[in-house]
C-alpha cells in the first residue's frame, strides 16, 4: 500500500492486535447487551492511541491523519460500534485542541489524549433543529461560576463519560455579528445537578449508550468556559473521513469473512467458490469498491498531513460511508445464505450500523444541500 | 539492570496450514508467509520491559538471522526496547541450536555485558526449546529453562514448570532464562513508544564484525546436528460418516465403543 | 566408545517417570536392531537404590547410580555437570533423555557441555541401517523432520513423553555402577533452589488414559459441555480440550490441553466434540488408535483424520450416546 511506512506498519500491526484481542470480544457484547467499551477506551488512550492526529502541545505526536485512519480501519475490522466512539474522541480532542485555554488544555484535553478522562458532548436538544438559536439549555453567570439549566437529548455515551461539553445559551439571543450568546462548558458528570435518562434502544451502533442527559443548577467555573466554542462548532468536520475509514475496515472485513466462508463451504467435494464464477465475481466487484474507497480515503488524509483540508471532502467520504457498508453487507448476507444472516457471523450489525451512521455527526440528507451550496 | 533478550523472525504460526513441501527439493516452500517475533520471545521481551519498569535499566535485543530479521527488530524496539543488535550473515546460516547459541553468545559478548539474559523458551518453527540452555553453556552462566514466572528478589528469582509442580530457584548473576508463554500477558506496544523506536540504535553486523569468533562453531558446518528427510504430516485415515436419526447415531457409537473395550464396567 | 545406549532414568520419588519405560522400550528395540548394543538406565539423585529394581524389570541392563545429596533438589547446573562426567567417563554412544520439565532443559544443557548434537522432543526414533534418525515435528506439527548427528558423540535425543509404546519387559540381570561423585562435594551451582509447589495430585492425567473425551471450540456450550464431562464420568475416561475451547474461557488448564504446545494422548478411543481439526491439534492424537470425532460443520478437517464421524449438535447426541451404554 502507498501509503504505509515501516513506521505506520508498526502502528497498524498493534491496531490490528489491540482490535482482534481487545474489541472483538467485546463487539459482541456491546451489540447484545450495550455493555459499555468505556475500559477499552481509556487503555486505547494510556497506549497513546488518541495521540493522533493531535498537536504535541495537547499531548499528541503530531497530525498524521494516514496513521489515524489505519487505527480506525483496524477497529472498524471488528466493530463500527467501538471505531464510532473511538473516533469520537478525536471528534473532540481536534477542535478542543484550537479552541480552549492553556489551563482547559492541561486540565481536559491532554487527560482526554491521554485516557485519564472520557469526554463527551452533550449539543442535540429535543425541540427545534439544527438551529442553535432555538436550544433551551442555558447558563446564567452567578459571580465567577455560571449555573446550567437544561437536557440533552441522543448524546453519545450518556452514562459513560467522565466530562461533558454542554452547548449552552448565555443571553437571549446569539449575536451573530459579535458571535455572542452561546456557549461551550465543560461540566464534570460527577456535579450533583448532573443526571442520565433513558439510554435509548437503536437500529444499529449499539452500544454506544446514547441517551438523554440532564443538568439541573450545574456549577461551573469561568475557567470552564471555552473561550473560543465557534472554534469547537466549526471544528466539527475535519475528522469526518474517519466515518470512512471504519466503513473501510468494515467492507473489508465482510469482504474477507465471506470469501473465507465460500471457499470453505464444501458442496458435493468441491467449494462454493470455486462452483459459482457469479458468487466469486460479485464478491470481487465489492472488492474493487473497496480499493477505490481505499484510495479516496487516503489520499484525502494524505491531503491533511501536507495541509490541505478539504471540509466538503471529507463529508463526502462520510456520506459515502454509510452506502457503502449497506451495500457490502446485504451482499455478503447473501453471498453466505442462512450463515449470513446469522446474528453471531457479524454481518448483519453492520448492516444496521451503516443505517446509524448515516444519520451520526451529521444526516447524510442534510449534508447534500450543503454541497448543493458550494456550486 | 542490564538486559539482554533473544529473538528470532519466524514465519508466523497463523499461516502453518499455509506451509507446504516441495516434492522435488523437500525443501519447505513458506513463500509469502510474513515474519514475526516468536510467540516465547515476546513474553521474554514482556519480562524485561516489566524487569526494566521495576529497577531500571536498559534492554538490548539481539537475533540472528537473514537481513530481513531487522523488521523484528524495529517491532522489539518499538515495544520498548533501548537497542538492537542483528548478526546476518552466510557463515552463520544453517546453524543448530549449538551453533545459534554459540554465535548469540559472542554477538551478546561484542555488545555488552549483561546481568540477565531473557530468550523465549523456543522458537514457534524449531522448536527445539534448547538455545536458553546451551547459550547458558556457552556464556558459563547460570540458566533455567521453562520458566512460568521471572521476579526480582534479592536476585533473579524464576520459576520452573515441572509436571509435578513448580520449582522456585533463585539465579547468580549473569544468568540466562527461557521465558514461557505463561510468564506474563504481552503489552501491546504504546503508539509514543512506536514512533520513538525509528530513533532508537539499530545495528547490523556480519561475522566479520565479531572477534575470536571460532568457525568450527560457526553456521551448518558447526551443527552438529543435520536436516534428513522431511514429512508433511498427512493422515491416511478414512473417516466412516455415521448418518440416520440421533438415536440411530447414538446406537452405533454405542457399538463402536462396545467393541473397543471401553465402557467403563468393562475396563 | 561403548556400545550402549543410555537412557536418563528421571526420577519421579522413587518411580523412574513414565517416560523412562517408553524408552528404555525403545532403546531395547534399537539396540536389537543395532546389534551388539547394551542398553543402560542413567540415574541422579540422593538414595537411588529403590528405583533400581523398576529400572531393571523395564529393561535396564546396565544402571549407571550418581548418589550424592547434592543430587537431592534438581539444579539444571549440577545434573548437567554429573551427566557430563558420566558420558565423558563412560563414552555411551547414544543418549536419550525424556522431555520432561527436567528432561527438556538438562538435554540441551548436556549436549552443550560435550558440544554435540541433540534432537529435540522427538516422537520416534528410527534405525535405517546405517544412522538413528530422530523424528522431530516443526512448524507447529506440519511437518516431521528427521534429524540425524553423523560425528559427534553421543547422539543425543529428547523424546516427548506419552509418545513411545512402553512394551512390558522380561527382567534382566542388570549390572549396578556406582559413579564417582566426589566431585560433587565441592561443586558449586549458580542455582539456589527455594521451594517446591505441588501440582496437587494429577487425576486427569489425558496422556495415560485410555479413553479421551477431547473437547473444541464447538463444545463450549453449557449443553454440549455437560455431554462431554457426563460422557467421560460414564467411560471413566479423561477429559482433555484443544487451544480453542480455552479460547472460549470455558476452561484454563493449559495441563490437559492437546496439540503441539500442549500434551499428546495415545487412548484406545478419542472422541473430539466440536474439535475443528487444526494442524496443532492432530500433531498431538497421531497414536491414538480409534478416533471418533462429532462436529457441525461436516467440512471440518478433524474427519479427514478419523475413523468415524457424526455431523451433529454434541448437545442432543451425546445425551442420546449415554442413554445407550
Redesign the interface.
Known amino acids: 500500500m502507498w501509503y504505509l511506512n ?2 505506520r506498519r ?2 497498524q ?2 491496531f490490528r ?2 482490535a482482534q ?1 481487545r474489541v472483538r470480544p467485546l463487539a459482541l457484547e456491546m451489540e447484545d447487551n450495550d455493555a459499555s467499551s468505556r475500559e477499552a477506551l481509556l487503555e486505547m488512550g ?4 488518541f ?2 492526529p493531535v498537536a504535541e502541545s495537547c499531548g499528541g ?1 503530531g497530525p498524521d491523519y494516514i496513521s489515524w485512519g489505519l487505527l480506525l480501519e483496524e477497529l472498524g475490522k471488528e466493530s463500527a460500534t467501538f471505531g464510532f466512539l473511538a473516533l469520537l474522541r478525536q471528534v473532540f480532542n481536534g477542535p478542543m485542541s484550537a479552541a480552549c485555554s492553556e489551563e482547559q488544555i492541561r486540565k481536559y484535553v491532554i487527560p482526554a489524549v491521554n485516557g485519564e478522562i472520557l469526554m463527551g458532548l452533550a449539543g442535540n436538544e429535543p425541540a427545534g433543529g439544527n438551529d442553535l438559536m432555538e436550544y433551551q439549555t442555558k447558563a446564567v453567570r452567578d459571580g465567577d461560576d455560571w449555573i446550567i439549566n437544561g437536557g440533552k437529548v441522543l448524546v453519545t455515551q450518556a452514562d459513560e463519560v467522565d466530562v461533558f461539553m454542554v452547548i449552552a445559551l448565555t443571553r437571549d439571543q446569539i449575536d451573530f455579528t459579535t458571535m455572542q450568546g452561546l456557549d461551550i462548558f465543560f461540566v464534570p458528570t460527577s456535579d450533583p445537578g448532573f443526571s442520565v435518562g433513558h439510554i435509548e434502544h437503536k437500529v444499529g451502533l449499539n452500544g454506544s449508550r446514547t441517551g438523554s442527559v440532564y443538568f439541573d443548577n450545574c456549577r461551573v467555573s469561568e475557567s470552564d468556559r471555552i473561550p473560543n466554542p465557534w472554534g469547537i462548532l466549526m471544528g466539527f468536520g475535519p475528522e469526518l473521513s474517519g466515518y470512512a475509514a471504519l466503513a473501510l475496515g468494515g467492507a473489508e472485513s465482510m469482504i474477507a469473512k465471506t470469501a473465507d466462508y465460500l471457499k ?3 458442496q458435493m467435494g468441491r467449494s462454493l467458490w470455486d462452483t459459482h464464477q457469479a458468487a466469486r465475481h460479485d464478491l470481487a466487484k465489492l472488492q474493487m469498491e473497496v480499493y477505490n474507497f481505499r484510495n479516496a480515503l487516503y489520499g484525502h488524509l494524505a491531503n491533511r498531513n501536507c495541509g490541505i483540508h478539504d471540509s466538503l471532502e471529507a463529508g463526502a467520504l462520510k456520506a459515502a460511508t454509510g452506502p457503502l457498508m449497506e451495500k457490502v453487507a446485504s451482499e455478503c448476507m447473501l453471498l453466505m445464505g442462512g450463515t449470513g444472516v446469522i446474528h453471531e457471523t457479524g454481518i448483519e450489525r453492520y448492516y444496521r450500523d451503516a443505517k446509524a451512521l448515516q444519520i451520526a455527526c451529521f444526516s447524510d440528507k442534510t449534508f447534500v444541500d450543503t454541497v448543493a451550496g458550494s456550486l | 539492570m542490564n538486559i539482554a533478550v533473544c529473538i528470532k523472525s519466524v514465519p508466523d504460526p497463523e499461516f502453518y496450514d499455509k506451509i507446504t513441501l516441495d516434492p522435488q527439493t523437500k525443501r519447505l516452500v513458506r513463500d509469502g508467509i510474513p515474519a514475526v517475533i516468536g510467540e516465547a520471545d515476546t513474553h521474554a521481551l514482556e519480562a524485561a520491559l516489566r524487569l526494566k519498569e521495576e529497577l531500571g535499566g536498559e534492554i538490548t535485543v539481539v537475533s540472528m538471522g537473514p537481513p530481513a530479521a531487522r523488521d523484528q527488530l524495529m517491532e522489539a524496539l518499538a515495544m520498548g526496547a533501548d537497542r538492537a543488535f542483528l548478526i546476518s550473515d552466510r557463515k552463520v546460516g544453517g546453524a543448530d541450536s549449538l551453533a545459534t547459541s554459540y554465535t548469540l553468545s559472542m554477538l551478546l559478548k561484542k555488545t555488552g555485558t549483561y546481568d540477565v539474559i531473557l530468550a523465549g523458551n523456543e522458537s514457534a518453527d524449531g522448536s527445539t526449546a534448547h538455545v536458553p540452555s546451551q547459550l547458558g553453556v556457552w556464556m558459563g552462566a547460570s540458566h533455567a529453562a521453562n520458566a512460568v514466572d521471572v521476579s526480582w528478589d534479592q536476585g533473579i528469582v524464576v520459576t520452573r514448570k515441572f509436571e509435578s509442580g513448580l520449582g522456585r530457584y533463585r539465579l547468580k548473576t549473569p544468568c540466562v532464562i527461557g521465558v514461557t508463554g505463561a510468564a506474563n500477558e504481552v503489552r501491546f506496544a504504546n503508539v509514543r513508544t512506536i514512533l520513538a523506536a525509528k530513533n532508537k540504535p539499530l545495528v547490523i553486523y556480519s561475522a566479520a564484525d565479531l572477534e575470536d569468533l571460532d568457525e568450527n562453531y560457526l553456521g551448518l558446518k558447526g551443527s552438529p546436528s543435520q536436516n534428513g528427510e522431511v514429512e508433511t504430516m498427512e493422515s491416511s485415515k478414512q473417516c466412516v460418516m455415521i448418518t440416520g436419526t440421533e438415536s440411530e447415531i447414538a446406537q452405533k457409537l454405542a457399538d463402536i465403543l462396545r467393541q473397543s473395550a471401553v465402557r467403563k464396567e468393562e475396563a | 566408545m561403548a556400545k550402549e545406549i543410555w537412557v536418563f532414568a528421571e526420577r519421579n520419588g522413587n518411580e523412574p517417570a513414565g517416560v523412562v519405560y517408553e524408552l528404555l522400550s525403545k532403546s531395547r528395540a534399537l539396540a536389537k536392531e543395532m546389534g551388539g548394543y547394551k542398553v543402560a538406565a542413567v540415574v541422579l539423585g540422593e538414595g537411588n537404590g529403590p528405583v533400581f529394581d523398576k529400572l531393571t524389570e523395564a529393561g535396564a541392563e546396565i544402571i549407571y547410580s550418581a548418589d550424592h545429596p547434592a543430587l537431592r533438589d534438581y539444579r539444571c547446573d549440577i545434573y548437567g555437570l554429573t551427566l557430563e562426567k558420566l558420558v565423558r567417563d563412560y563414552a555411551p554412544e547414544y543418549l536419550f533423555i525424556g522431555a520432561t520439565g527436567i528432561g527438556s532443559e538438562l538435554a540441551p544443557t548436556t549436549a552443550g557441555l560435550l558440544k554435540t548434537g541433540l534432537a529435540a522432543h522427538c516422537i520416534d526414533l528410527r534405525w535405517n541401517g546405517e544412522r538413528l534418525g530422530c523424528m522431530v515435528p516443526a512448524f507447529g506439527g506440519k511437518v516431521v523432520s528427521e534429524i540425524y548427528i553423523p560425528y559427534a558423540r553421543p547422539v543425543m535425543a529428547s523424546v516427548r513423553p506419552g509418545i513411545l509404546n512402553a512394551e512390558a519387559p522380561g527382567a534382566v540381570d542388570a549390572q549396578i555402577l556406582s559413579a564417582e561423585t566426589a566431585f560433587l562435594d565441592t561443586a558449586e551451582s549458580g542455582e539456589e533452589f527455594l521451594g517446591f509447589e505441588s501440582a496437587g495430585k494429577q487425576e486427569n492425567d489425558i496422556t495415560e488414559a485410555q479413553v479421551v473425551v477431547a473437547a473444541g471450540r464447538g463444545a463450549a456450550s453449557d449443553a454440549a459441555w455437560k455431554g462431554v464431562t457426563d460422557l467421560a464420568e460414564r467411560l471413566g475416561a479423561a477429559i482433555a480440550w484443544s487451544r480453542a475451547l480455552i479460547d472460549t474461557g470455558r476452561v484454563s488448564d493449559e495441563s490437559a490441553m492437546i496439540g503441539t504446545s500442549g500434551k499428546s494422548v495415545k487412548p484406545g478411543v478419542l472422541i473430539n466434540v466440536g474439535v475443528s481439526g487444526a494442524a496443532q491439534y492432530i500433531c498431538g492424537i497421531g497414536k491414538s488408535k480409534t478416533i471418533i470425532s462429532i462436529n457441525k460443520d461436516k467440512s471440518a478437517k478433524i474427519f479427514e483424520h478419523s475413523d468415524y464421524g457424526v455431523v451433529g449438535d454434541a448437545a442432543k447426541i451425546l445425551p442420546a450416546l449415554i442413554e445407550k451404554l
Do not use: P, Q, V
Request: net charge positive; hydrophobic share 30%; proline share 0%.
Open positions: 515501516e513506521e508498526l502502528l500491526k498493534t492486535s489491540y484481542k494510556k497506549l497513546g492511541m495521540t493522533m505526536t470453505n463451504r464444501i
